[in-house]
């Protein structure tokens, strides 16, 4: 298996239709150059080629500085070097996704409940993104769960948690505080006139929560 996941984890999930699709793979290696540690490709209206076009693109613009996931395509994820895949709580199940990458590839799961989490885990998922935490422009209609989804499934599965949904650096403090492990965004970076300089305070907001919540779990406190 590739490297574990990056903690705390900034993750940015791609969405060509937030800002110029042109500058899309610019923008992202500017997050990357901010803070972001991983990079969710997820644009389900692509077909194949043209996905695997854009992974391409978006591996030779980062480096090797974050890791990048193919969302649900175990095809592409094969055809590039990515470092895995992100699955859907509908897509094809995790066990399955397995047998065909094998153990080198990392296989993240999206769920929305303490079940989806709890099936995820017992199939072998290697880390999960539960949402929806707030409000979410990119999800208009889904009433958000909060971060009780997270400290909910925390208290159950042993696997890392991502949140997401609605995530800005003044809110996901709490997040971080109900046990997740990172966040992901979406037009928290990529709508931002400078996703570097965007990524960069989420980042920074994302350790310093991680910090107390290291500190408040030892009883301690931050003297700064």
Known sequence: MKAPLPQPCLCLVTDRTVGDPKTLVF?????VDGGVDLVQLREKELPGGEL???AQAIEEAIEGRAALVINERIDVALASSAWGVQLGEEAVPVDLARRILGTRYVIGRSVHSIEGALTAQSQGADYLVAGTMYASS?????EPAGPALVQAITQVCSLPVI???GIAPGNLRGVVDAGACGVAV???ILASPDPKAAAWELKKALNEAWVEAALTLRGESNPV
């Not at 990119?138 to 889904?142: G, L, M, Q, V």
């Open 138 to 142: 990119s999800h208009p209609d889904t």
């Open 163 to 165: 949140g997401i949904g």
């Open 27 to 31: 923008r992202v290696a500017q997050a």
């Open 52 to 54: 695997l076009i854009l």
């Open 186 to 188: 979406i037009s928290s």
